[in-house]
């Protein structure tokens, strides 16, 4: 598949980050306005599974989409090192997102002096 751009896109991943990113909502929504206590239904514990879904999609997509690139280096004749960079590249600034957030959660958790 073709966009406007010319670049080459599997529509599928896009798809894929869009139905997570809605189950996301999904569960985030239907807990925030739910009273509590409606939360021992079986419809609230459905959509809390269901919520629990999104971080293991965006993991696989994570893994696909690596793969993808190291495919893509491979066909363009760069070295292994090279491969090895662009990829830690890459996965440099999921990580580093990854531990700032988790910073940011662990400071806004602490009592206030």
Same mark, same amino acid.
């Given at each position: 598949?073709? *966009? ?5 896109? =599997? +529509?599928?991943?896009?798809?894929? /980050? ?7 909502? +999904? ?6 306005? =739910?009273? @509590?206590?409606? /939360? *021992? ?6 959509? +809390? ?12 997509? *994570?893994?696909? *989409? ?6 893509? @280096?491979? /066909?363009?004749?760069?070295? !292994?090192? /090279? ?10 600034? =999921? ?8 910073? +940011? ?7 206030? !002096?």
């Amino acid at each position: 598949m073709q *966009t406007k751009s010319g670049t080459y896109r =599997l +529509q599928y991943l896009d798809w894929l /980050r869009g139905v997570g990113a809605i189950i996301m909502l +999904q569960g985030h929504v239907f807990d925030s306005f =739910l009273r @509590t206590d409606q /939360r *021992t239904g079986s419809a609230f514990v459905f959509s +809390q599974f269901l919520g629990g879904m999104p971080p293991a999609i965006f993991l696989f997509l *994570t893994g696909v *989409t690596l793969a993808f690139l190291m495919d893509s @280096t491979e /066909r363009k004749g760069l070295t !292994p090192v /090279r491969r090895l960079s662009t990829v830690f590249g890459r996965s440099g600034y =999921l990580i580093l997102v990854a531990f700032a957030f988790r910073v +940011q959660l662990w400071l806004f958790s602490s009592p206030a !002096p």
